[in-house]
């Protein structure tokens, strides 16, 4: 039997770490970072594994990374292939399990819309045409994006939502087969969210072991898709109520 489960947002005042009020806190100013025009997704992550987390920034023309240095950021550019469109998605990990980071960007230009991995080689760069082109049946927009291994194969697996504007609004389930391959999961084994902006999170709601998905939306009540053995069937109002 699934548990009744309720959500509480709160806003707090005061930081958990050091017990100041935020709204006392003075703001701390770091580097300038070299962006160029009008940023629509980043990501942070240690791409060359000296310690440091560097960031890939999603600007009008592209992606670019900035490279974190004893002095500030360099910034970087190399050949993603996406020199027009919109990226509103990046994250960054090691989607291979080989131990190199490796990048996830989601991609919308009208009817080519899809995944692209870029896969790395360590040095944290991405030569081409090292990536993976992860294309679907009907024209979505990649935006917010979750990562988790929901099927419990030592793979991350990605779920995403398709925002009115950029695409077939809905939720969709991308599967890591491992080596490299993925497949999206069917309406069946992931059901669709409504035509709403929605944010995902995979978390194990009930402590069963396998991740569950929340789909967290602007316009539309808040959903729960629990997580049987690797498909997903979504929570009553009774299971989640909506506060």
């Known amino acids: ?18 017990g100041q009020s935020l709204l006392q806190a003075q703001p701390v100013e770091g580097p300038v970072l070299p962006i160029v025009g009008s940023p629509t997704a980043a990501a ?3 791409l060359d594994a000296d310690g440091d987390d560097d960031l890939v920034v999603m600007e009008d023309t592209g992606p670019v990374i900035l490279r974190k240095q004893p002095a500030g950021f360099v910034r970087e550019t ?4 996406l020199t027009s469109g919109v990226v509103p998605a990046v994250l ?6 080989d131990g190199q980071a490796d990048l996830l960007l989601g991609w919308y230009w009208g009817v080519n819309a899809a995944l692209r991995v870029w ?3 360590g040095s944290g760069t991405f030569p081409v045409p090292n990536f993976t082109i992860i294309t679907f049946s009907s024209n979505v927009g990649p935006m917010p994006i979750a990562a988790a291994d929901v099927d419990n194969d030592g793979d991350t697996d990605f779920v995403f939502t398709s925002q009115p504007g950029y695409g077939t609004p809905g939720s969709l ?18 059901p669709a969210a409504p035509p ?3 944010v995902p999170f995979c978390v194990d709601v009930d402590g069963d072991g396998w991740r569950d998905v929340v789909l967290v939306s602007e ?3 808040t959903r729960l898709y629990w997580n049987n053995a690797g498909n997903f069937i979504e929570a009553t109002t009774a299971q989640f109520p909506v506060i």
Do not use: E, I, K
């Not at 489960?5 to 050091?18: A, H, I, Q």
């Not at 190399?78 to 292939?81: L, R, Y």
């Open 119 to 121: 896969w790395g080689d």
């Open 219 to 221: 316009n539309a009540r």
């Open 1 to 18: 039997m699934r548990p009744q489960v309720v959500l509480l947002v709160v806003s707090l005042l005061v930081s958990p770490v050091c």
């Open 92 to 97: 960054a990990g090691d989607f291979d399990a």
């Open 196 to 198: 709403s902006f929605s």
């Open 78 to 81: 190399f050949a993603s292939g």
């Open 173 to 190: 389930l991308v599967r890591n087969l491992g080596n490299r391959a993925f497949a999206v999961a069917s309406a069946a084994q992931f």
């Open 44 to 46: 942070a992550h240690d």
